[in-house]
C-alpha cells in the first residue's frame, strides 16, 4: 500500500498534466489540483454507481459501510481543504456519523468538492504559507498533496468494495464515446 498511493498520484497527476496547461503560477498546486480532480470524479461516480442497498455493504465487520467511507472522504476533505484555506474546519466524522441515504452521502460528497475546489485555486506561492495540520506544521500545499492522497487511498477501498459488488470501477470502465 505505501507504493501504490505514491503510484497512484504521479498516474493521476501525469493524466491531468496531459489534459491542462499550466501557469507557471500555479504549477505545484495545479499538478495537485489536476490529480484530485481525477480521482474525485472517480470517488463522485463510483458513489453513483454504487445501488443504495449496497451504501450498508461492508466487506468485513471492522471495516466501514460503502456509505461510511463516501461520508468519511466528504468530512476529511472538508477539514482539510479548510486548513489548506485557513478557515474554521468542522468535524472530520459529521458527516459519516450524521448521513445515511445515498442522496445525502452524494450531496455532502459534491458539496465538499465544490468547497476543496476553491483550496485547490489557490497559486503556488499562496499555497506555500506554512499551517498546522493534524497537530504539526506543514504548508498549505502540503494539506491538499494529503487531501489528493487520502482520496486516493480510500478510492483504493471503494475499488476493491465494487468488485466484491460485481461491478467494474470508475477508472476501469471504458471512456465514454467523443463525438
Known sequence: MKL????????????????????ASDLAVGTS?????????????AAEQMPEKDYAFRPTHDVRTFGQLIGHL????NLICATAMGEKSRSEDEIEKSVTTKAGLIAAL?????YCARAYAQT??????EISLFGGKSTRLGA???NTTHNAEHYGNIVTYLRIRGMVP??????????
Open 170 to 179: 470508475p477508472s476501469s470502465q471504458p471512456p465514454p464515446p467523443r463525438s
Open 144 to 146: 491538499l498533496t494529503l
Open 4 to 23: 501504490l498511493v505514491p503510484a497512484l498520484m504521479v498516474l493521476f497527476a501525469a493524466q491531468a498534466q496531459a489534459q491542462q496547461p499550466r501557469a
Open 110 to 114: 459534491r458539496a465538499s468538492t465544490e
Open 74 to 77: 466528504a468530512g476529511a476533505q
Open 33 to 45: 489540483r489536476g490529480a484530485w480532480q481525477q480521482v474525485t470524479a472517480y470517488i463522485t461516480q
Open 124 to 129: 503556488d506561492a499562496v499555497s506555500a504559507g
